[in-house]
């Protein structure tokens, strides 16, 4: 099952979701939820809970946001890592984007997206 509560076996996963109209198609709510599965799948992990910020900006800090904020400062129970459709949907900036990058990395954490999905580490 692609869709679980955390366990604490495998990749437990964050699927993170964001539009800023709920109105683009090419990045619907359900387009997005498959690409994460997807996403997912690749790297062999489960999703554990969804951070959906509907009505946000990509401009918004990710610390800040309704959804994802709370996962980020720790506030949420635990994940192994955040997986997004694709990049532009933890932010808009490169900065927020790095900076959710650097967090993730400084905690062994890893952001696998539909576009990018993480290379595996060298043995």
Known sequence: MIERPYDGYGKCLLGVRRLSRMKLATSSPERQREDVLTAAASVGGHIIGWADDWEVSGATDPVTRPKLGPWLRD?????????????????????????????????????????????????
């Open 75 to 123: 506030e949420r129970g635990p994940y192994d890592g955040l997986v997004a459709a694709a990049v532009d949907r933890l932010g808009r900036n490169v900065v927020d984007c790095l900076n959710t990058g650097y967090k993730m990395r400084d905690e062994g954490k890893p952001i696998p997206s539909a576009t990018r999905p993480v290379a595996k580490r060298p043995a």
